[in-house]
């Protein structure tokens, strides 16, 4: 005849007390408790114990409790790195970009892979194991940090996104960026441009061909203490545009933007120059100026032979004039005969010169095939001495010579 039976095992072990347990059914002297411990080996080698082993029950059941609850921690993957911050101590800003690497390590149970990488700030890059990581095994996060243009202390944040329930998890890079001299350059920089600045004072677009608009990235650099806001631009070409001006540039930190230059819309031939201009809070300086100057040339298709023949030419009756010898603060004249030696109309687009001491006056800009025009050139010599070279380019729509040269020679006595 089968007994039923129960039984109750408490323990005080540390503080610890085992819960009531009792057997669903008992057979003869043999107690089942393998429904307790449910898929536990150490259970189904209990079952095996008489009554005659009583005694021992209560710490094998202990033993069991203790085996069994460390079977269900650390399931899945852990990331653990050996270390999560890192200070890179002064450096100067010419060192260029930081490196540093953070080793993990998976202390879990299963695979482990990092889902993203998130850096606080642009001027940090990431790299890091994009392969599994299995238990035990190592993997790592590089980091990256640009030091140009960003005066002062620095601390940045990386948030690391593991396939692990920890959530995510952060690193941290510092460091000093201190410039190459002194402090007295940067102290004169101050000075003269205020906490905030343009990184470079121009931008260049040459060639900038009238069929294209050039994009640039401007950089406004804050070396102050405090934040600096952008209020307004106060000056602008017309053939300028900006995209994403910042609002507001933070201490240390660079802000970008876009610098659209169009070629269509200059209006003028050869070098041209002018400047943008944002009007700050900046305590010094509250004007920041970006000078824009730009080589103009009209763009020309690729053409045959035959296609060539059919364009306007243009010619000079001779490319050179020397004026020979003369006392400074002579005015001299003289003329060149400029010629429209192809199949289709010359547009000359402009004569230009390097040097407001020569001045050209001529008639028309347009010239049919076969006419032609003067140009009367005068050079001012007042407070020059020495041997003189000018030139004088001549614009035009000749796909041959787009810009044409001639020369003003001359020497200048006292």
Not at 118 to 143: L, M, N
Not at 169 to 185: M, Q, W
Not at 202 to 215: G, H, M, Q, R
Request: charged content about 20%; some cysteine.
């Amino acid at each position: 005849m089968k007994n039923k039976s129960h039984f109750t095992v408490q323990s005080n072990f540390y503080g610890w007390n085992a819960a009531e347990a009792k057997t669903p059914e008992s057979t003869g002297n043999e107690i089942k408790v393998s429904h307790i411990f449910k898929d536990n080996y150490f259970a189904q080698f209990l079952s095996l114990y008489s009554s005659n082993n009583m005694r021992l029950l209560p710490f094998l059941i202990l033993l069991t409790c203790g085996s069994y609850g460390l079977q269900g921690q650390n399931k899945g993957p852990l990331l653990r790195f050996l270390q999560d911050e890192y200070n890179y101590g002064p450096v100067s800003e010419r060192t260029g970009d930081l490196k540093h690497r953070f080793d993990f390590v998976n202390d879990g149970s299963g695979p482990l892979w990092l889902n993203s990488v998130q850096p606080s700030c642009a001027c940090t890059t990431p790299q890091w194991s994009h392969d599994s990581i299995y238990p035990g095994d190592t993997g790592y996060v590089e980091v990256s940090y640009s030091t140009y243009a960003r005066p002062g202390e620095f601390s940045k944040t990386i948030g690391i996104y593991p396939n692990t329930p920890q959530g995510v998890v952060i690193i941290t890079i510092k460091g000093e960026v201190y410039l190459p001299n002194d402090g007295s350059e940067e102290a004169q920089r101050r000075m003269y441009y205020g906490d905030l600045r343009f990184a470079e004072s121009y931008i260049s677009a040459d060639p900038l061909y009238t069929n294209k608009v050039d994009t640039f990235t401007a950089r406004l650099v804050n070396s102050g203490a405090q934040t600096v806001g952008i209020i307004e631009v106060s000056k602008l070409p017309g053939f300028v545009r900006l995209l994403n001006v910042p609002e507001s540039v933070e201490p240390g930190e660079t802000a970008l933007f876009q610098v659209l230059v169009d070629g269509s819309k200059v209006g003028k031939w050869g070098y041209v120059a002018d400047q943008i201009v944002l009007l700050t809070d900046d305590p010094i300086i509250g004007n920041k100026g970006l000078n824009v100057v730009a080589n103009v040339k009209e763009f020309f298709p690729k053409m045959s032979k035959g296609q060539l023949k059919k364009q306007p030419l243009v010619e000079s009756d001779r490319y050179e004039h020397a004026f020979g010898e003369h006392r400074e603060g002579a005015i001299l004249h003289t003329s060149f005969t400029l010629k429209n030696s192809g199949k289709s109309p010359l547009v000359i687009h402009d004569i230009v010169t390097d040097c407001a001491c020569v001045s050209i006056g001529w008639t028309s800009k347009t010239l049919a095939p076969g006419e032609s025009v003067e140009l009367k050139v005068s050079f001012d010599t007042v407070l020059r001495q020495g041997a003189q070279v000018r030139p004088i380019k001549v614009v035009s729509n000749d796909p041959r010579r787009p810009e044409m040269m001639m020369y003003l020679k001359a020497t200048l006595i006292p």
